[in-house]
């Protein structure tokens, strides 16, 4: 027989030995026929090296040693096309297709993950416009008083007028204008891509900062933190509603089930995570100011007392010189008196002792 040609049901099975097998031509030949001796050279061998490459998979002998790429089934191509969107991840997907190998170390740099990434990237390069606009410009800080009162204005929801404004809240929305341009919030801000997350984080970073003037540069740091937390609460809670569809639709699917409930357990423990960390990063700096306040307060107040009690020693030191000068000017006077003539003394009928 020159040529062999594959029944049916050996082409099923040639698939799932490629997958199994991880496209080992020789071990798969002895499975398919069940015969120790075919291998990729004979007929039936031959037959089964054509038909994955038909297929498009990659396969490998002792002399081909294997290679980086990986091709996904049809049935893999399939669930992304049904599943994959802007709320989950590659390795979201990846941990749907593939439970037991995300496992294993170094998955996430496999010719598998490799081509699942390549197909989802492929399939579909505008997937983020789903969600909201990509961001290619760079964010630009405000410059000056009435773009940074415009922006308070809207997501502080006050009505802050530049010519009607007193001296505290000016003070405190110039000293916002250093705060949007702090180099690691300008780093933080760009790092996002879509118009919505830079959004979110700009509007939580002003609404947060934007009344406290004294804040140091390690609050301003942990004030970014919180906002970048309030971000990813966000994503978080996009996956996990995302996760709830795919789980109502895969009813009966008992592996894919209990696949998707260890994802939605894992992604409520993350969003509990962020929630607490969140908590705990705004106590801690609203407890840390408040002392700073209260110590300033404290100071102030001594530095008062000190003015009054300055003040105090001042004019009793004033109402002294001036006695003393009223003195001096008495004696003055007594001493013209008593230079006058006798006779001009004996008249007054005074003395410059009673003068005195």
Known sequence: MSNYVLTKQEKVTAIELFKELDG?????????????????????????RKFWVEKGFEYRTKVKKKTSKYFLQDSEKDFVHRNYCAEM????????????ETNHRGFYESPRFIALSNFINKEFPKITNLRDEITGD?????????????????????????????IQDRKCLE??????????????????????????????????????????????????????DYVNLKEIEQQKQK?????????????????LTEMLKTKSEEYNQCTNRIDKMIAKLNGERAKRVANQHERNASVLALVHLFQDEEERRLMIKMADMQKETVKEEADKIEGMNDWKARVLGISRQEII
Not at 89 to 100: C, I, M, P, Y
Not at 245 to 259: K, V
């Open 175 to 228: 000293r916002l204008l250093t705060y949007l341009s702090a180099p690691r919030f300008l780093q933080v801000i760009n790092a996002y891509t879509t118009k919505q997350n830079r959004e979110l984080l700009e509007s939580e970073y002003v609404r947060s900062t934007w009344d406290k003037p004294d804040l140091t540069a390690d609050e301003l740091n942990l004030y970014i933190n919180v906002c970048m």
């Open 243 to 259: 996760l709830n569809l795919m789980f109502d639709d895969t009813e009966g699917q008992n592996d894919l089930t209990m696949r």
């Open 24 to 48: 080992d031509l020789s071990e798969a030949c002895v499975k398919l026929f069940d015969d120790p001796n075919e291998k990729g050279s004979t007929i039936r061998g031959r037959a089964l």
């Open 138 to 166: 760079r964010y630009a800080p405000p410059q000056i008083m009435s773009t940074v009162i415009k922006k308070v204005n809207r997501m502080v929801f006050k009505e802050f007028d530049v010519e009607k404004i007193n």
């Open 89 to 100: 991840t590659k390795r979201e997907v990846a941990q749907l297709l593939w439970t037991q």
